[in-house]
């Protein structure tokens, strides 16, 4: 029996190695935006804060105890939809300060896997600037995503075992491309869709290994719906196999020249 979807383990997965919009909150200052977001192996979250701002400094001032807080992600849709989030993350936990003398090689750690510029401004000397970072851990105690189907508690272990969609970094600019340059495969999909849908404006939603989904607009709101591949695909191959299936296309390795 194929998979028809991804876990929810790994839809926040795919959500974390996107790097989508990120904040960290807590209690008594107002939200701020992480631009480092990184769920380490050992099951804490690397995350930077404005060095210079009051979160970094109750931080430090909380010593080995923390600070209580809540990391939220918003999964944004690639293109400029009504109801453009796609789902919300929040990770709860106690953040902590990195000591100077461990900065660099948990840097190095998190580079190895994400080289996010922003890795550049984070500053792990005393010398502060405005547009410098400090390095934080957010230890996890609790991981829940809610979309349009509902809200899901996730645990530590199946987080830490799942792994980011294959084309989860690609996703935006191919969906972004046929929107605008392939029309026609997104009305050949939506003929897959239930009659009562089909009426209404069809857009590219998402595109993982599993399947295709689209967001149809109507006067009475959003539908989302998945159309799955026959099986997982886990190359840009049998992506375009998995495709062109769903599109009822008879040429599934693409055109080939005739025979005379």
């Known amino acids: ?9 790994e839809r926040i997965r795919s959500a974390c190695a ?3 919009g990120a904040m960290v909150a807590v209690e008594g200052l107002e939200p701020i935006a ?8 050992d099951g804490s979250f690397a995350i930077t804060v404005p060095q210079t701002g009051p979160l970094a400094a109750m931080v430090v001032s909380a010593g080995s105890a923390g600070v209580q807080a ?15 989030v796609r789902s919300l993350v929040w990770i709860r936990g106690r953040l902590q300060h990195v000591p100077a003398g461990e900065v660099a090689a948990l840097l ?11 890795l550049l401004q984070v500053n792990s000397s005393p010398q502060q600037g405005d547009d410098t ?13 809610a979309d349009a189907t509902g809200a899901e508690s996730v645990g530590l272990g199946a987080l830490l075992q799942a792994q980011p969609d294959p084309f989860c970094a690609m996703e935006s600019c191919w969906l972004q491309h046929m929107e605008s340059a392939h029309r026609d495969v997104v009305e050949r999909l939506a003929t897959r869709l239930p009659v009562a849908l089909r009426q209404g404006r069809v857009r590219p939603l998402g595109l993982d290994r599993y399947g295709v989904q689209l967001r149809v607009e109507i006067d009475n709101g959003d539908h989302d719906v998945r159309l799955p591949f026959a099986k997982p695909v886990d190359d840009v191959t049998g992506l375009s196999q998995a495709i062109r299936v769903l ?14």
Do not use: Q
């Open 1 to 9: 029996m194929a998979t028809a979807a991804p876990t929810t383990a």
């Open 18 to 20: 996107r790097g989508g």
């Open 34 to 41: 992480t631009p480092v977001h990184h769920l380490l192996d």
């Open 70 to 84: 809540v990391l939220e992600m918003t999964d944004y849709a690639p293109l400029p939809l009504r109801e453009p």
């Open 108 to 118: 190095d750690i998190v580079a190895t896997k994400d080289p996010n510029p922003a």
């Open 133 to 145: 970072y400090a390095l934080m851990r957010l230890e996890i105690e609790s991981v829940v995503v």
């Open 247 to 260: 599109m009822g296309c008879p040429f599934l390795n693409g055109l080939r020249a005739r025979r005379i």
